[in-house]
């Protein structure tokens, strides 16, 4: 088996045994960074001598016997969280020469950890799509190809860099950010797995904000326990965070060896949505029917207030996106264009650093912002909100943790689904919920549609009840088997 | 009949209510660890959360929110346990997030209330509405650069207290003694120093005008005045010019002035039309501010004395009339000064003084009381010299003059110069003889029944002993030997 294709998991047991060295995990990924990032372009900047760095530091650590949690195991990290003294671009022309002198929280821990990271993943311009189509440096490309259509695929969004990295085997593992699926939709578009944890447990500290209110980091890897590994390292109350949850962060890979034996598993029947593919709704039952041999007992719930989810993230995501994005005004970082005065500076510097998408949500959310528009928008979004959150509560006096689909498609071509921004929009329509009411979600890879491209299951669990949906995402994997392999990944 | 301005068509009314903006006393910002010092290098206090850095956090400095409910505390303000922070979203160059953090639907303290003094010894009671916690901008700077302007951000992300009143007040008069009375609490509270000249308190006026009996009318207001002075300058242009619009058939425009000191006059800074629209909406990178209400015990339990209370303390204490304790009260460096003077000693006596020579020596010398010329020990050394009769008051006047030039103790000063009072009867019956017969035909003046000499030859007694006589052995032998002759 080749050292790419090995789990985080597995890596670091033949890292520990010393059967393999840091070095040689690191070169294998970066080899394999160099033969497809061309074609997948999914960093957006690549760091090889810090990664070979931070390998040399691990085997060191591993020789002496000393290894740290993380040692020598080869990351992809987001362009979204601050590295210090790497380009963090957010994948924005704003951004484009922006080096941090400070470090995220979560990469920090992953740093501390041990960590190799070999580069900065493509997304969506700050976050802001579920296609990497604007990206300012292209899109990432999905490692997946359909056989009988050679247009190349998105990798979803926003996270799709670091999901076609993983899914490619150009890294054991990512870091993503979930705003309203950023994490779970890109995770089932490229066949891996992903955890959105509960809003609050994993810091926000360093992370180019998109709305802050959604914003969450959380790992993605091919397999759940990889997820729950790195989880362990990234989660954890942070004083620099004044939203960060002082919660103890368990031994969240424990959690895998757990039956659901006896757990009850909704199903909600609000997401069961007109024009929902066959094949999805038949992976969907077949999810549940696999829980159920496993010994769950499955219910039917309704989450009723799940129609009006979608337009009241896209009330909120956008107005605290429109706050957030103010800072780049050309003024102390990032891009300036030159003008004769103030106003004149802003205009242009906006209108050059960012692009439709990041300019579209600005507006909405400075409309729905505005005198005489707030009450009707704002806030009658965040009492929908909080109705979502009540749903949420009520199903869980009912049943331990909801299972979903992931997304209502597969991955579609890139460019596809441009010219009408509501199409694109509801690739989130599952995933949103969740992120309104802030718990803890994750996608698993459990099958492929009819061309071969993998769908995946999201498991929706009670607020800080990750151990909960690990242990529920590991059963649909054993379960589900999935060892389809992209047609583009590394072949060592 | 109150304050009222006569215009052309009758008598006005003005209604006035302040917005103070104090800057808290506290070592680090209210959202970031970067200090608050005045007048360090240009953009040397400012962290990667003031400045706006992607993915930067406030997170809430404890002190802060204490001195605010201090501040609460001393304006006799109810605590809100819970309040909230918003973000008030506009463009400028000294802002780096493009927002401002501050409280704007729930704020921290609710409504209280202050008592002011007026000249004429009344007192009245003025609303509080409200104090929210916000965070100040940073400096704009014009004038160092041809054509660009430059940016300090040392104040950007610093604490302010934002202080409302209700429009209670009806005289320029009113609102300089709120403004002074306000800066008084905050100065005893330790939560704010009141330096207007450095910004540190700031204040906007909000001004209408009416025929008195009447409802309110269109209010406008007028930004960051610096002084107690202009405040009151400002708020009688402003009313004088809204009062000849109002006479002339116009109808006042609400909107933002300006006031400039050296012409006397408000001018417009931005009308409603070109109000922003802040967008206000709750900052979702913090929580909200719950408040543990043993914590405001505690807060309450170690406040200072307020100057309320220690005048009335004065007045009861030291049988001080209400003017003098007033004065006394003002600044509590001057009550503290006040009390270590007056510990053992005749209080009206140790007021007097201090009232009188003590502020008399701070403005000429232009030193403060923290900083005296004289300490409350040396002047206390100069009045029991007073008191047990080794000087006259006259001779102790002269005693704290070479005090405060020379900063040497009173006792050496009286020793050196041998200004020791004299109460030797013979040495005081000498002198009396030689003045009574250098001025035979004043004595005859006075036998002959114009008994005001009488002063004159104490005046002359006392020259004749360079002041050292003792006055009232003087006065005795004087009567003795004119009566007897």
């Known amino acids: 088996m080749s050292l790419t294709d090995l789990t985080l998991a597995e890596a670091r047991k033949k890292l520990r045994a010393r059967e393999v060295s840091a070095r040689e995990l690191t070169e294998a990924h970066l080899r394999a960074i160099e033969a497809l990032q061309p074609k997948l372009n999914a960093f957006i900047t690549l760091t090889p001598e810090l990664a070979l760095a931070q390998a040399k530091a691990a085997d060191e650590r591993l020789a002496r016997g000393e290894a740290l949690p993380l040692d020598g195991l080869p990351l992809a990290i987001k362009d979204l969280f601050c590295t210090e003294g790497v380009r963090t671009t957010a994948a924005s022309r704003m951004l484009e020469n922006f080096i941090p002198p400070y470090e995220s929280t979560v990469t920090a821990k992953l740093k501390a950890a041990g960590a190799v990271f070999l580069g900065k993943t493509n997304l969506d311009e700050f976050a802001m799509g579920s296609s990497n189509i604007t990206s300012a440096f292209g899109p990432a490309v999905s490692p997946w190809q359909r056989p009988d259509d050679p247009r190349p695929l998105t990798p979803g969004g926003s996270s799709g860099g670091s999901a076609a990295a993983v899914a490619a085997r150009l890294a054991l593992g990512a870091t993503g950010t979930d705003t309203g699926g950023s994490i779970r939709q890109p995770a089932a578009f490229c066949g891996i797995a992903g955890i959105k944890p509960t809003y609050g447990r994993c810091s926000r500290y360093g992370i180019v904000a998109f709305a802050s209110s959604l914003d969450q980091a959380g790992p993605m890897a091919r397999t759940v326990e990889d997820c729950a590994i790195l989880l362990e390292v990234m989660a954890g109350f942070d004083p620099k965070d004044s939203t960060s949850a002082e919660e103890p962060v368990p031994p969240f890979a424990e959690a895998l060896k757990r039956s659901v034996r006896g757990l009850r598993i909704g199903i909600p029947k609000e997401y069961r949505v007109e024009g929902m593919p066959p094949e999805i709704l038949a992976l969907w039952e077949k999810g549940a029917a696999w829980l159920e041999t496993a010994g769950a007992e499955i219910r039917e719930v309704s989450l009723p207030h799940t129609p009006h989810a979608l337009p009241t993230y896209y009330i909120v995501a956008p107005a605290e996106c429109s706050s957030n994005l103010a800072r780049y005004d050309g003024v102390r970082y990032g891009l300036r264009v030159p003008a004769e005065d103030l106003t004149e500076m802003y205009e242009k510097t906006r209108a050059a650093g960012f692009g439709a998408e990041v300019k579209r949500r600005i507006l909405i959310g400075t409309y729905v912002l505005s005198a005489g528009y707030y009450d009707a928008y704002y806030l009658r979004a965040q009492k929908v909100r909080s109705l979502i959150l009540r749903d949420f509560t009520e199903a869980f006096r009912e049943v331990d943790a909801l299972l979903t689909p992931t997304a209502p498609s597969a991955a579609f071509p890139l460019g596809e689904k441009m010219d009408d921004p509501v199409t694109m929009y509801l690739n989130d329509v599952f995933t949103v919920p969740a992120s309104l009411a802030g718990l803890p979600a994750l996608s698993v890879p459990c099958g492929t549609d009819a061309q071969g491209l993998p769908l995946g299951l999201q498991v929706i669990g009670r607020p800080f009840d990750e151990e909960g949906i690990i242990a529920v995402g590991r059963a649909l994997e054993e379960s589900a088997g999935f060892a389809a392999r992209p047609a583009l990944a590394a072949q060592e | ?485």
């Open chain 2, 1 to 485: 009949m109150g304050y009222v301005i006569e215009g052309k068509t009758g008598p006005w009314e003005v209604v006035i209510g302040l917005e103070v903006h104090a800057q808290v006393i506290s070592q680090a910002k209210l959202f970031s660890g970067a200090a608050t010092a005045f007048g360090g290098e240009p953009n040397h206090q400012v962290s990667l959360i003031d400045a706006a850095f992607p993915g930067m956090l406030p997170v809430i400095n404890r002190e802060c929110v204490a001195q605010a409910i201090r501040t609460g505390l001393g304006l006799n303000a109810e605590i809100n346990l819970w309040s909230r922070f918003d973000r008030k979203n506009y463009f400028y160059a000294d802002l780096p997030a493009g927002y401002q953090i501050s409280q704007y639907q729930h704020p921290i303290v609710g409504k209280g209330e202050i008592e002011i003094e007026l000249s004429d010894g009344s007192t009245r009671r003025i609303g509080i509405t409200r104090l929210h916690l916000e965070q100040d901008a940073g400096k704009s700077l014009h004038d160092q650069h041809p054509t660009k302007t430059l940016i300090d951000l040392n104040r950007a992300g610093v604490a302010l207290m934002e202080i409302v009143s209700e429009p209670d007040m009806r005289s320029p008069e009113e609102a300089g003694a709120y403004l002074r009375k306000l800066r008084t609490i905050l100065r005893y509270l330790g939560t704010c120093d009141g330096n207007m000249e450095e910004g540190s308190l700031r204040a906007d006026v909000n001004v209408s005008v009416r025929r008195p009996g009447e409802g309110f009318r269109t209010r406008c207001e007028v930004k960051n005045v610096n002084s107690v002075r202009f405040v009151m300058q400002a708020i009688e242009a402003e009313a004088r010019r809204q009062i000849a619009i109002w006479e002339e058939g116009g109808v006042v425009e609400q909107e933002t002035r300006l006031f400039e000191p050296g012409r006397g006059i408000t001018r417009s800074m931005r009308s409603k039309e070109d109000a922003h629209d802040y967008r206000y909406f709750p900052d979702p990178d913090l929580v909200p501010l719950v408040i543990d209400a043993a914590w405001v015990e505690e807060l309450r339990r170690t406040l200072p004395e307020l100057p309320d209370a220690k005048k009335r303390r004065f007045m009861e204490q030291y049988g001080l009339p209400a003017y003098d304790a007033g004065l006394l009260v003002a600044e509590a460096a001057t009550a503290d000064y006040y009390e270590k003077l007056a510990r053992g000693r005749d209080p009206k006596l140790a007021a007097n003084w201090m009232i009188g020579d003590l502020f008399a020596a701070l403005n000429r010398t232009g030193r403060s009381i923290e900083d005296p010329p004289v300490a409350a020990e040396g002047l206390g050394e100069l009045l029991d010299l007073l008191t047990d009769g080794t000087i006259s008051g006259r001779i102790a006047k002269e005693v704290f003059e070479i005090m405060v030039e020379t900063g040497e103790g009173a006792r050496a000063i009286v020793e050196k110069r041998g200004l020791r009072q004299v109460t030797d009867t013979a040495a005081i019956e000498q002198a009396v003889a030689e003045v009574l017969a250098a001025n035979a035909d004043k004595v005859a003046e006075y036998k002959s029944g114009k008994e005001k000499l009488f002063g004159y030859f104490v005046g002359q007694v006392m020259k004749r002993m360079a002041g050292k006589g003792n006055p009232a052995l003087v006065n005795e032998v004087l009567r003795r030997v004119l009566g007897g002759g």
